[in-house]
């Protein structure tokens, strides 16, 4: 399964576009990349999943290169609401194998 | 209304004694998952069920136990020889959709505390 690497935290105001990137240089050839976010005790929540190249939703969008070594985050005109934590994972759901590392906390301020 | 739920919410037990989690879903999944999270980390399986009457442990297994004689219900036990259970508890599933690989639908999650 491959590994991914993202900030520990990031800073925002509100109405600007943040950008989360994570790493994941060991992506094999049939895994997704996929972002969750989390609330203070909440369960995860799916936010987007991707292949290559970019995805969008009503949500975020999700900028691959070609190489997949690495992913984007892109959440447009954030507001207090998106403060939370963004988890970047990468695989197939072998057999339940989600590997959520520490991801990322997003602070998003007035 | 489709969804996962989880109780209780808050839940406190003594050293030395067993306590279930429940967790019931009714999305028609086949896949459900138990994880556990400490503060300030991410989420570590413990176990997981692709189908009924089976399961299989995740990387932190033991001190815990499951069943899954139910499509809708995957309850987790966590046992007197689990060491450090004070954590929040969080159930999951996951459909068999085509672009549905990672997709896993929480619940609300259980905070259990070790008194």
């Known amino acids: 399964l491959a590994k991914t690497t993202q900030p520990i935290s990031m800073d925002s105001y509100e109405g600007q576009e943040v950008n989360i990137t994570c790493s994941h240089n060991?992506?094999?050839?049939?895994?997704?990349i996929t972002w969750y976010q989390q609330f203070p005790s909440q369960g995860p929540r799916f936010i987007i999943q991707g292949y290559k190249t970019k995805v969008t939703n009503e949500v975020a969008s999700l900028f691959i290169p070609a190489d997949r070594k690495s992913s984007t985050l892109s959440l447009p005109r954030v507001s207090l609401s998106d403060t939370a934590v963004y988890y970047c994972l990468v695989g197939r759901d072998q057999g339940g194998k989600l590997i959520f590392g520490q991801g990322t906390e997003l602070s998003v301020k007035p | 209304d489709g969804g996962i739920t989880q109780s209780p919410k808050y839940l406190f037990r003594k050293e030395g004694q067993n306590v279930t989690l429940s967790c019931e879903q009714n999305?028609?999944?086949?896949?459900m998952y138990w994880y556990r999270q400490d503060p300030g980390q991410g989420l570590r399986l413990i176990y997981y069920?692709?189908?009924?009457?089976?399961?299989q442990k995740g990387d932190i297994a033991e001190g815990y136990s499951v069943s899954r004689e139910k499509k809708e219900s995957f309850p987790l036990t966590v046992t007197s020889a689990q060491k450090n259970p004070t954590a929040f508890y969080l159930c999951a599933s996951r459909g068999r959709g085509e672009f549905s690989y990672n997709e896993q639908f929480f619940g609300p999650g259980t905070r259990l505390t070790v008194l």
């Open positions: 999305l028609n999944h086949d896949a």
């Open positions: 060991n992506i094999a050839t049939n895994d997704y």
């Open positions: 069920s692709q189908i009924v009457n089976d399961f």
